[in-house]
């Protein structure tokens, strides 16, 4: 059990994100524990913070359920999680967007979507009063577009890269996320005198982003 054995408990989402996470909340002097050993899950002492490194599709899940007191996510993610979290700060990195994407030789009607975002897919089909299958996938999305196993498929597209590198065409932008500074609900109001200023220094840091 983690409860009461931090001052507080940050949650991060492995992998790109997690340096533009890190270094938000240290620039706005939160004593982050030094990163020692990158086979760790949690960083940190007793007593001090705690960094907890998760897929970023668990982040809204650990500090809605008060796990984690707070922690950075994409709003693509937040979206989809339909967690009740208090979003306080938009830090404006780790900007991306979710595209419908197809391979350039498929030109008949989307039946089966795949994706990692299977309730924003939904939300988008109702929204156009469209009907298609969604097929849930846990990564490297673009492959089901390139191999046939879908139609289309409903992804992050960052640097367009991948899209690139596979071969696949963009054909349109669902939504613009950027990465998002989170709150458990009841952590705000117990941890109100460290998180109150916390969000004050992100807010105007945020500002001050080129
Ligand atoms: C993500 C996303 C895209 C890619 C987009 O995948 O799913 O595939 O990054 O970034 P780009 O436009 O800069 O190439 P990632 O490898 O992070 O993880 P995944 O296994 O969940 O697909
Ligand atoms: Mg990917």
């Given at each position: 059990m983690i409860r009461g054995r931090f001052t507080l408990v940050v949650a991060l989402p492995k992998g790109r994100n997690f340096a533009d996470g890190y270094n938000a909340l240290a620039g706005a002097g939160l004593a982050l524990p030094t990163?020692?050993?990158?086979?760790?899950l949690l960083h940190g002492q007793e007593g001090g913070v705690a960094i907890l490194e998760l897929r970023n599709h668990d982040v809204p899940t650990y500090v809605d359920l008060g796990i984690a007191d707070v922690g950075v996510v994409g709003n693509d993610v937040l979206l989809e999680s339909g967690r009740d979290v208090y979003e306080p700060?938009?830090?404006?990195?780790?900007a991306c967007r979710l595209s419908l994407i197809r391979h350039p030789?498929?030109?008949?009607?989307?039946?089966r979507i795949a994706t990692k975002y299977p309730r924003f897919t939904a939300q988008v089909l109702r929204e156009r009063g469209l009907a298609a299958d969604i097929i849930e996938l846990a990564?490297?999305?673009?492959l089901a577009a390139l191999t046939g196993l879908a139609d289309a498929v409903v992804d992050v597209v960052q640097t367009g890269a991948t899209l690139r590198a596979a071969g696949l065409?963009?054909?349109?932008?669902?939504a613009h996320s950027t990465a998002r500074f989170i709150v458990n609900r009841q952590s705000l109001k117990l941890k109100r005198d460290l998180l109150r200023p916390l969000i004050e220094r992100l807010r105007a840091n945020a500002h001050t982003l080129p």
């Open positions: 990163l020692e050993n990158e086979r760790a700060v938009d830090l404006g990195t780790g030789q498929a030109t008949g009607p989307i039946r990564g490297n999305v673009e065409v963009e054909l349109e932008v669902l």
